[in-house]
């Protein structure tokens, strides 16, 4: 009998998969390979990095993509749970409407501006879950540190009286 041929779409299907089982077969593999290649090409990296960070100021995805692997590293390096995705945060974003949640300043994708977005966990001894973050600007949520909302707004009236 003869093989039948197979349609383009078919045949990338089923190479996709194949694929797929390869890299989930091959974790620790790719994950030393990737190691010491960026061990291997530091400029590589570094420029790979530089040119992400710049996209990430007009491409929300990557953003979040960014802020998306800090938390996943947060979490792994302090324990916490985690069951926010990058969908998650975009949605959290759109939500925020480009207004920090605290202070009602406006954000920015901009890396080094004081406003630019940042993942603020409404209580500091919980992992990053849904409902336990709100999106406020990078300056807030640094001096917010581990306070409550409660503390951090007390700090800040307290600020605000005595630099009248």
Excluded at 21 to 45: G, M, S
Excluded at 51 to 61: F, G, L, N, V
Excluded at 107 to 112: G, R
Excluded at 132 to 141: K, T
Aim: hydrophobic fraction near 35%.
């Amino acid at each position: 009998m003869p093989r039948q041929k197979l349609d383009e779409e078919t045949r990338k299907a089923r190479a996709r998969e194949a694929n797929r089982r390869w890299r989930e077969a091959n974790k620790e593999h790719r994950a030393n390979y990737r190691k010491l290649w960026r061990l291997a090409n530091p400029e590589k990296v570094r420029q790979y990095s530089r040119d992400k960070r710049i996209r990430a100021e007009t491409d929300i995805d990557v953003f979040v993509d960014i802020i998306y692997r800090g938390i996943v590293d947060r979490s792994r390096a302090r324990n916490h749970e985690m069951n926010v995705d990058r969908d998650y945060l975009k949605m959290m974003i759109g939500r925020s409407k480009m207004q920090c949640a605290l202070s009602k300043l406006p954000l920015t994708f901009k890396k080094d501006h004081p406003y630019v977005v940042s993942v603020d966990r409404k209580n500091s001894n919980k992992g990053y879950m849904k409902g336990n973050i709100q999106i406020v600007a990078s300056c807030v949520n640094t001096a917010k540190n581990a306070l409550t909302k409660k503390q951090f707004v007390t700090m800040c009236k307290a600020v605000a009286e005595n630099n009248k």
